[in-house]
């Protein structure tokens, strides 16, 4: 037993590291935040991002709504509370994936400064790439492919981001995508050429 | 913006699947849920399978009180509810491993087989094996590596596995690891053993 209980601190020295994660995947990981109004193209960025890292052999994962929303954060509503524990959240959870080696991307509105911020205080410095994908408010509106600025204007859905709750955008983000004009490709390509000029698709 | 919208619902539709995450990494993924009392050797032998899949190649990743008790579920305490709520996480997040292709493990006492049952149910059939890390209670409280087991039984620990709390056993795990004699090593060469045995460690 005793021999036992030393290997046990043994290996809590010698956990697999990250490093020797990334190692295994020949690529370097880190948080691809995607951000900004609903509509503005980001989980379809995220999506042809993923797509593309995927054709080229690397490692990711993508946190969205299809996959959080009904899972993790299934019991979090929307009062101001829950908001920044589902980002909270979603912040540990991305910090995991990176930590797995894994190149992870999230695609969600999360529309408040501060829970941001806070994600990237998780993170050491540059795993955490902010991405702003910037679109007019007249331009998601005119999209609108789920209606739901239009159920905002009628006030069947109370604090929707652009409407009436504030969308505060990044100060410093590492990226900016122009969603008002350019095709998803092109800003999915802008993304990837990031990536690949900070060193982050090799090992 | 009609084409943006187009490209958005088809993206939707056309995610990078979990077999394609599979297919890059060259193999299955599931998650191996150790259970049992404390000081049973349950992150011990995590942390060694782990290792030993790390040597040849295999893309993993182990959930276990490091990583999760000081992040994700930072503010959760001990009442039953936090309980129920820390395994369901830990299930919620281990799933989305999975999904992300790897050999997901968890370590946790997790003592409550209806919380265990939740997560196997949260899986598709194949992808939960439940793994007992089976040491009497004499075997654990002599270990005791860290004094857990004393402060309970002088009752400065309230609602401790094993001491004034139940530990409920699996009825139908996938594995069973005899920790009362056996050592880490052999165990966790077991548990890889079942694994190539059937068939995750290959695409």
Redesign the interface.
């Known amino acids: 037993?005793a021999?036992?209980?030393a290997?046990?601190?043994t290996?809590?020295d010698?956990?697999?590291s990250s490093d020797?994660?990334k190692k295994?995947?020949s690529q370097k990981s880190c948080v691809m935040w995607f951000t900004g109004l609903s509509a503005s193209?980001k989980?379809?960025i995220a999506?042809?991002v993923?797509?593309k890292l995927?054709e080229l052999?690397?490692?990711?994962?993508?946190?969205d709504g299809?996959?959080i929303r009904q899972?993790?954060n299934k019991?979090l509503g929307f009062s101001a509370e829950d908001r920044a524990?589902n980002i909270r959240?979603i912040g540990?959870?991305a910090?995991?994936?990176s930590?797995?080696?894994?190149v992870t991307l999230t695609a969600f509105i999360s529309p408040y400064r501060a829970d941001r911020d806070a994600v990237r205080e998780?993170l050491a410095d540059g795993d955490f790439i902010e991405i702003l994908v910037d679109a007019s408010l007249e331009?998601c509106e005119?999209?609108d492919?789920k209606g739901l600025y239009k159920k905002a204007r009628a006030g069947e859905i109370k604090g929707f981001t652009g409407i009436d709750d504030p969308y505060e955008a990044p100060e410093k983000p590492e990226l900016v995508l122009d969603s008002n004009s350019k095709?998803?490709?092109d800003l999915a390509d802008e993304v990837v050429a990031f990536l690949d000029a900070n060193g982050y698709l090799s090992a």
């Open positions: 037993m021999e036992q209980k290997t046990n601190v290996w809590h010698h956990r697999v020797d994660r295994i995947k193209g989980s379809t999506n042809t993923d797509h995927a052999g690397k490692h990711t994962y993508l946190l299809d996959n899972g993790l019991n524990e959240r540990e959870v910090k995991l994936f930590d797995a080696g894994l998780l331009i005119a999209r492919p095709s998803i490709d």
